[in-house]
C-alpha cells in the first residue's frame, strides 16, 4: 500500500494527514482516496499536484508498496 499524505486544502478536505490506500497508479490511489473522502476532496484533487516520492507524477506514474503519494496545494507565483 503506498501512504498518502494530504497537505493544505486536501488535508481539509479528507480530515486526515495521512492514509494508506491500495493502487498500482496514482490514478488508483487518488480514485480509492476520492471514493473514500468524497466530493469535497474529489475537488481539491482537481487544482492539486501530485507527488510520488518527492517527485511530479502523472496519474499513469507506478506506485509501489511504501511509496509515499504526496497532495499538495496549487502554487502560484508572483
Keep these: 500500500m503506498a501512504r498518502l499524505v494530504l497537505l493544505g486544502p486536501a488535508h481539509e478536505a ?3 494527514r495521512e492514509d494508506l490506500v491500495e493502487g ?6 487518488l480514485a480509492l482516496a476520492s471514493a473514500r473522502y468524497g466530493e469535497a ?4 484533487l482537481a487544482t492539486s499536484q501530485v507527488w510520488v516520492n518527492g517527485e511530479p507524477a502523472a496519474a499513469t506514474s507506478p506506485v509501489a508498496d511504501y ?3 504526496a ?7 508572483g
Design 67 to 69: 511509496d509515499e503519494v
Design 41 to 44: 476532496f474529489a475537488a481539491v
Design 71 to 77: 497532495v499538495l496545494p496549487p502554487v502560484s507565483g
Design 14 to 16: 479528507a480530515g486526515v
Design 24 to 29: 498500482d497508479t496514482v490514478g488508483a490511489v
